[in-house]
């Protein structure tokens, strides 16, 4: 069923002319976008949610007025996420009598909001500061929590769904959040020319792509159903074994040092020992772990071990590209934690090529998604647990243009993916590893 969002006119506060809806009264709960005009077109610059979008937007406003929100010489302000990226360069000491232009103000800190305080009125400051705020616009579509009910998706998907529309990087948003359901948005141009009324639909068809058959198959027995791909190579029993996710109503993804975590009993290990040991050898600073389209316990050969699934509905999430490298506005962590990721991945290479005579190639900056999967299996067995790493394709998914028509097709489509980096040598072959071994496997299941 399509989610019908109608949005309202643009509203405004900044001028004699306003034209605001009465609020005095009313209470609306939904999404909103707000941004700035410049000339004839509308800017973008935030999106969120409320209880209450009218009193929000006050709050908005008088956390601009305060302080608490980035200023921007009327001059940079249509082109602001440019500026965005140097942020971090912004000091006060640049801002002087002399014509400037970027970033006027950045609440950093302390020091740079008492700076606000003292220069607020400054002849550099308040012209920019009330440019904003005498352009400053919002647009909202109401969302009620009868709605939530009606259509089973969050405001919360709505909400990141939007920021994904525009991009993270083209908005004033410090964070964007995951949709795992797929809502699409149409006819949405974030510079468009001046709107003076927007209306456009978002459709919700419990999304598209590999996630959602995961979602749609584990409420069709997916359990069952992998048990017979697998075969002898691992069994998931359905009263004693866990996975994520769950299904359509449950479908949060994890990692694998979440799963050791919270299931550590399983594998007879402390509460986060090997949790904690999985995540200090991926990453130094405050580094997130990948997650999966499903993770499980299982028993491989008669222990217990964990079945891991990277599910491909179309032949374009084959991505070849390699992790995205730091550049010199990265902060130490990031670069700290590229450098670790690399060593990770040489370590698991080297292991995998000394102990089964192959000549694999997996690197960080070479096929970086199917070689971070690759040395995560190789982790979990080089650290006692068995595991079974599944490739899974999907079969003429109907919402998919480049999909896998059959069995063979996606098998070809596979295995020459995985010749980048010499993981088709792999599939199907049992890997040894100091302690336990894994397993590649190339599977496929029609479509729902």
């Excluded at 969050?154 to 991009?167: A, L, R």
């Excluded at 020319?193 to 999304?207: A, N, R, T």
């Excluded at 070809?412 to 336990?436: C, H, L, P, Q, W």
């Excluded at 599977?443 to 729902?448: E, K, N």
Aim: include cysteine; proline fraction near 3%.
């Amino acid at each position: 069923m399509p989610i019908e969002l109608e949005w309202s006119k643009l509203q405004e506060f900044g001028n004699n002319n306003m034209d605001l809806e009465d609020t005095t009264n009313k209470v609306v709960r939904g999404v909103y976008i707000w941004g700035f005009m410049k000339g004839d077109k509308f800017i973008p610059y935030y999106v969120g949610k409320s209880d209450n979008i009218h009193y929000r937007m006050f709050e908005h406003i008088g956390a601009l007025l305060g302080g608490s929100y980035t200023i921007y010489h009327e001059n940079s302000l249509m082109d602001f996420p440019t500026h965005k990226k140097n942020i971090n360069e912004w000091n006060s000491n640049l801002i002087s009598e002399k014509e400037y232009e970027g970033i006027v103000y950045y609440p950093k800190d302390l020091n740079a909001f008492k700076w606000f305080l003292e220069h607020r009125y400054n002849p550099n400051v308040k012209p920019h500061l009330d440019n904003m705020v005498k352009n400053f616009r919002y647009t909202y579509a109401e969302y009620s929590k009868d709605d939530e009910t009606k259509y089973k998706v969050p405001i919360y998907d709505i909400e990141k769904t939007i920021i994904s529309t525009f991009g993270l990087e083209n908005l004033g948003n410090t964070r964007g959040g995951e949709v795992i359901s797929k809502i699409e948005l149409e006819n949405i141009n974030p510079y468009s020319k001046k709107v003076d009324y927007i209306k456009h639909l978002v459709y919700w068809s419990k999304g598209k792509g590999s996630a959602m058959q995961i979602l749609k198959h584990l409420d069709n027995d997916l359990i069952s159903t992998l048990n017979v791909l697998l075969d002898t190579k691992a069994n998931i029993n359905p009263d004693k074994d866990v996975w994520y996710p769950k299904g359509i109503s449950n479908k949060s993804e994890i990692s694998i040092n979440t799963f050791l975590n919270n299931h550590n009993k399983i594998f007879g290990t402390s509460k986060s020992t090997m949790a904690n040991d999985l995540k200090k050898w991926w990453v130094t600073k405050n580094g997130k772990l990948p997650t999966w389209d499903f993770i499980s316990s299982c028993t491989i050969s008669g222990q217990k071990g964990i079945l891991l699934i990277e599910a491909k509905a179309h032949k374009d999430e084959f991505d070849t590209n390699g992790k995205k490298e730091p550049d010199n506005k990265s902060s130490e962590g990031s670069k700290l934690n590229h450098n670790q990721i690399t060593d990770a991945i040489k370590q698991a290479n080297d292991s995998i090529n000394d102990l089964n005579k192959l000549d694999l190639k997996i690197s960080i900056n070479n096929c970086y998604q199917l070689s971070n999967r690759i040395v995560h299996a190789w982790w979990l067995a080089n650290n006692g647990i068995p595991t079974v790493l599944v490739y899974l394709g999907f079969l003429n998914d109907p919402d998919m243009k480049n999909h896998f028509t059959d069995k063979n097709n996606w098998e070809s489509e596979f295995i020459n993916y995985a010749k980048n980096v010499g993981v088709d040598k792999m599939i199907g072959r049992e890997i040894k590893t100091s302690k336990a071994s894994f397993t590649l496997l190339s599977l496929s299941i029609v479509s729902l």
